[in-house]
């Protein structure tokens, strides 16, 4: 699964999608994605929420969530800590 907005990419790929405990999903604050049993695994219920922080990114053990194009608080002058 993939979709872009706004320049930025977010993949997901179900096939290393192998944690089965949702971290993604509890990681993201926005609501944005949902975890379901089955082969489809992860769904995109609210995507205009999407914040692109990065948490999911972060969170998954196995790097079944990348997003591309994003910019970070470290991408903003002056906020690097
Ligand atoms: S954290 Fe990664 S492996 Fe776990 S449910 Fe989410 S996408 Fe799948
Ligand atoms: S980038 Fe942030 S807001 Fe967007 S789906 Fe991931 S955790 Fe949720």
């Given at each position: 699964?993939k979709?872009t907005?706004?320049h930025i990419?977010y993949?997901?790929d179900e ?5 089965g405990l949702?971290?993604c999903?509890e ?9 379901l ?9 609210n995507e205009?929420?999407?914040?692109f922080?990065?948490?999911c990114e ?8 990348t ?5 970070t608080?470290q ?7």
């Open positions: 699964m979709w907005a706004n990419t993949e997901y096939e290393k999608c192998t944690c949702a971290l999903t990681a993201c604050g926005q609501g944005v994605l949902d975890y049993e089955g082969p489809d695994k992860m769904e995109i219920v205009v929420q999407c914040i922080c990065l948490q972060e969170v998954c053990p196995t790097k079944a969530i997003i591309q194009g994003a910019l608080l991408d903003i002058p002056g906020l690097k800590s």
